[in-house]
């Protein structure tokens, strides 16, 4: 879910806003200005440094003309224009950070690093049926696989499968019962040559 910043002059508001729209481009509204700041324009994956640098550009807006105010606006600017917060209000700066970062908790993460992932593009492991993990790459899923545990076939212990032996789809053997296996075969080895 990407987030959009950009400089806008609200129509309706009659404003200088900082827009911060998701879940994409689309979704900013139509009154962007020529980009001239550093960041503005861009899409982010994090929320959280989307406000950065959304007060950032707003900043150094704001030191280019200082007589007029500068807000911050935070959604989906679609169909409406966004609800302003000046950035000269700290408490209400303060309260849009704590709201970009319960909305950042909310977002889907990669169950073995925590990274955010795309909602609509992310990978699963056969656990994933039960522990209802999404990964952010292939790699994850299948590290979050290897050091799940699982029942060995034999002994019905709990064990990390990447401490056992691999038989077949999704058959595990931990590693007593696949080394008395084996001693069993090495008897039967010693038997065929007497
Ligand atoms: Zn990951
Ligand atoms: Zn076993």
Not at 158 to 178: G, P, S, W
């Amino acid at each position: 879910m990407p987030y959009f910043v950009s400089r806008q002059f609200y129509y309706y508001q009659q404003i200088n806003v900082v827009e911060i729209a998701y879940p994409s481009i689309d979704s900013s509204g139509p009154d962007m200005l020529i980009e001239k700041y550093a960041g503005e324009g861009e899409e982010y994956k994090n929320p959280i440094e989307a406000l950065e640098i959304a007060l950032n550009i707003a900043s150094n807006w704001k030191n280019d003309i200082p007589d007029e105010d500068i807000f911050i606006t935070f959604g989906c600017m679609e169909f409406c224009e966004g609800e302003p917060i000046d950035i000269n209000n700290h408490e209400d700066i303060e309260e849009l950070k704590k709201e970009v970062q319960k909305h950042y908790e909310s977002l889907p993460k990669c169950s073995y690093c925590g990274e955010l992932i795309d909602e609509k593009e992310y990978y699963i492991n056969p656990d994933s049926e039960y522990t209802e993990d999404k990964f952010c790459s292939e790699f994850h899923a299948e590290k979050a696989y290897l050091e799940g545990y699982t029942l060995c076939h034999i002994c019905e212990g709990d064990f990390k499968r990447e401490d056992m032996y691999y038989r077949d789809l999704d058959i595990y053997v931990c590693n007593k019962c696949q080394d008395l296996e084996d001693s069993y075969e090495l008897i039967e080895i010693q038997k065929n040559i007497r």
